[in-house]
């Protein structure tokens, strides 16, 4: 039913989110939601 953009959208997110959780200092935790709300919208235009 997903065509292969949402697919590939969908595996772009996640890596990106697995690369910023592991890169991501502890001290950063209450603003990286406005930072990966930031990333995500950039890579959808």
């Known amino acids: 039913m997903s ?7 969908r ?3 996640d890596t990106w ?3 910023l959780n592991a ?3 502890p ?3 209450r603003c990286y ?3 990966a ?3 995500g919208s ?4």
């Open 23 to 25: 890169n991501r200092p």
């Open 17 to 19: 989110m697995q690369e």
């Open 3 to 9: 065509s292969p953009e949402a697919s590939l959208k």
């Open 42 to 45: 950039l890579a959808y235009i």
């Open 27 to 29: 001290t950063a935790t």
């Open 11 to 13: 595996y772009i997110e």
């Open 33 to 35: 939601p406005q930072v």
């Open 37 to 39: 709300i930031d990333r």
